[in-house]
Structure formats: structure tokens, C-alpha cells
């Protein structure tokens, strides 16, 4: 499927059906998990029209293409977005998602703790569902968000997180619903005397890709690894059958892995067993560190990837990811021609609500902006 949006030439899959349900029925849901991935596009930050652009590229040739191809297509997708987001950007935002039943286009600025929000509540118990259901959907058959929301009762229930400028690997939420079922409670072993399974789970991608923008005109990557440690892209709580949101203790990503071994809570004998860092998946996710970053975290390049294995790691993202080279360009291209305004608005949006109000977040994008400003060059230097 070849979209065009304003000059964009987007390459999609083939439309993938939605197997949780009958289209036309909403009184069964045959898949064994009910899996929500939750992504924040431009939350109080509607009257930034570059930064906007910025980010709807990446997510158009970065995010957007990694879930379309997603070899589990049992998932829905729910992207919230301002309200007021500028017309243009959300008729492209809807242009892009609408093939796809079970992709959400929603108004709301609000956050839940298992989406890495402030609000309490998770799809679990139905608060989530409840606020989805009330605000405006632009795309997606609200059916499918309907009877998810009746069934999640009496389902594993999945949340994972995905900012809107980071990928995953396109087995990855298969590989996340099959180690559900093989390791949470579920309605058929409640009734074990022993519990043989968990209450609940944490995923998280051991190994991905980072994408920076650099004056090469296709962008730098490097590899990172951990081992102790949980990136956003991916991250993902499991309930099981049985398991109440506010019984499952929440942590910040970066204190996530270490907490969980330490608290455990899960049920299993090893706290271990509470937590799992993916490694089957080689490269299990791919992040973009660019100016148009709210945290600007990991922005500065370090340890780029030589240039004599540079073509076999495209060649994983192109594979893995479904993102092209070519793509990968123009989303190069825009962010370098237009980084000074970037870097601008992405200042002025720092201390919006719910985003960090960081000063050296600040700092750092208004050096960039200067750099812009007087054409020095931007390549970042490997540390």
C-alpha cells in the first residue's frame, strides 16, 4: 500500500485483520491476551507546527511502519494526541493510521501509570478504557475498544509502551504474547491449588538500535546493550487473569530492572522470574535521539557503529523494522534543514504539562539552535 501526504510518498502493509473478535461480534474474544500498546503523539504541544512536522516524520517512517508489520496484529494501538492538535497534522495522522481497524487516533492529554502516565488506573480494572471511550477517536473501529474493555476480565491483560519516534521489531509483541501465556495465570489455571504461573510480568528490550541525525545525509546508528536496565521502547506489564492494576507494584524505567529483582512480588519462588530482559530478538527495538527529543536524553552519538558493519545494521532495520534507507534520509533531511526552528519550539514546549522541565534539557536545545543559527556544522562527535 503506497500512501501520499503532503509531498511524503509512505510505504504501509497489506491491511491486517484484527482476529481478537468478529467484526460484527462483540460477545467473544478469541485471542488469549488483550494487548494494548500506548504512544503519546504532540500532548500539550498543539501550536508547535515544526516540531510537529518533525515527529510525525519520524513517526510515519520510523514507529508507523514497525507496528504495521507487526507479525501479531492481535493488539490495539492507541495513540493519544491534543485536542487541538494543528488540523493538518492530524488529518495526516489519520490519513496514515485509518487502514487499520485496530489503530487509535485519540483527543486526550491524559497519562496512565502503566503507560508511563500520572493518572491512576490501567487498562486492568477499566479506568483506561473508560477515558478512551469518552474522548474523541479520529480512526479505528471503537468496537474492537469496546469489547476489549468488556473482556479484559477474563484475559491476560498486555500494556506496552512506544514513543512515537521509536520502533520495534516486528515479532516482538508475538514473542511478548507467547511468553504471557507461558508465564502469567491465566482463567484455566486459577483453579490450581499451587499457583504454577505469575500474577503479573515485566518485559523489556535488551538490545536495540539508536538512530541520530547527522550531516551523512542518512543518519548514524549505534548499538547499545543492557543488562540491568529497561528503555521505554517496548516495555511492557502483564496482568493475569486475576490481577488488579493497583496490586502490582509500578517503577520508574530506569529503576524498573533492579526494583523488580529486588521486590519481586510476582508470585514465582525467584524474583527473576518477575522480569525478563527480551534477548531471543536480536535487535529487539530502535530509538530516535534527535533534537526533537522532550527529554534529550541520549541525543549526543556515542560509540557509532563501524562503518564496515554500518550496512548489515540498515539491513536489520530494514528487515526487522520494515525502515528503508531511503526514508531514513528524508526524515535526515527535514530535521537538518529545519533544526533551528526544532530546536526552538522544542524549548518552548519543555515545561508544557506532562513533559520534563528539565534545565539542561533546555540548555541543550538552545545551544543547538544556536549552532543552527550560525551554520556550524552538527555532527555528533562519538565520546
Request: proline share 2%; aromatic share 8%.
Amino acid at each position: 500500500m503506497i500512501l501520499h501526504l503532503h509531498g511524503y510518498t509512505l510505504r504501509a502493509a497489506a491491511v491486517s485483520s484484527f482476529v481478537g473478535m468478529g467484526m460484527e461480534d462483540v460477545d467473544a474474544w478469541d485471542a488469549d491476551v488483550v494487548h494494548i500498546v500506548n504512544t503519546r503523539f504532540m500532548q500539550h504541544q498543539a501550536s508547535l507546527p515544526t516540531l510537529g512536522r518533525a515527529r510525525f516524520l519520524l513517526f510515519a517512517y520510523f514507529c508507523f511502519p514497525s507496528m504495521a508489520h507487526q507479525t501479531s496484529q492481535n493488539f490495539l494501538w492507541i495513540i493519544r494526541t491534543d485536542p487541538n492538535l494543528d488540523e493538518t497534522l492530524r488529518n495526516d495522522m489519520v490519513e496514515l493510521l485509518r487502514p487499520y481497524s485496530n489503530f487509535f487516533l485519540v483527543a486526550s492529554n491524559n497519562n496512565f501509570l502503566a503507560g508511563n502516565g500520572s493518572l491512576e488506573g490501567a487498562w486492568r480494572d477499566g479506568i483506561a478504557s473508560a477515558e478512551v471511550l469518552r474522548s474523541s477517536i479520529y480512526c479505528g473501529d471503537v468496537r474492537l475498544l469496546r469489547a476489549a474493555r468488556k473482556f479484559e476480565s477474563e484475559k491476560i491483560v498486555l500494556e506496552t509502551r512506544l514513543d512515537a519516534d521509536d520502533g520495534l521489531h516486528v515479532d516482538y509483541l508475538k514473542y511478548v504474547q507467547e511468553s504471557a501465556v507461558e508465564k502469567l495465570q491465566s482463567h484455566d489455571t486459577m483453579s490450581l491449588k499451587k499457583p504454577l504461573k505469575a500474577s503479573w510480568h515485566y518485559w523489556c528490550a535488551r538490545r536495540h538500535i539508536q538512530w541520530h541525525v547527522d550531516e551523512n545525509s542518512v543518519g548514524e546508528l549505534n548499538k547499545v546493550e543492557h543488562s540491568h536496565f529497561c528503555i521505554t521502547a517496548g516495555l511492557t506489564i502483564g496482568f493475569a487473569h486475576g490481577t488488579s492494576a493497583g496490586s502490582v507494584k509500578l517503577y520508574p524505567h530506569d529503576t524498573l530492572f533492579k526494583q523488580v529483582q529486588k521486590d519481586g512480588g510476582c508470585g514465582m519462588e525467584s524474583n527473576e522470574r518477575c522480569i525478563e530482559l527480551v534477548s531471543d530478538i536480536d535487535i529487539a527495538a530502535m530509538r530516535s535521539r534527535t533534537v526533537t527529543s522532550a527529554g534529550m536524553m541520549g541525543v549526543t552519538l556515542e560509540g557509532k557503529i563501524d562503518g564496515n558493519r554500518l550496512k548489515e545494521f540498515w539491513e536489520k532495520l530494514e528487515t526487522g523494522f520494515k525502515i528503508s534507507l531511503e526514508e531514513a534520509k528524508l526524515v535526515n533531511s527535514f530535521i537538518l534543514k529545519n533544526l533551528e526552528a526544532i530546536a526552538l519550539e522544542n524549548e518552548m514546549g519543555q515545561c508544557t504539562e506532562g513533559h520534563s522541565c528539565k534545565t539542561k534539557s533546555k540548555e541543550k536545545l538552545l545551544r543547538m539552535r544556536d549552532l543552527a543559527k550560525y551554520g556550524a556544522k552538527l555532527t555528533p562527535v562519538a565520546k
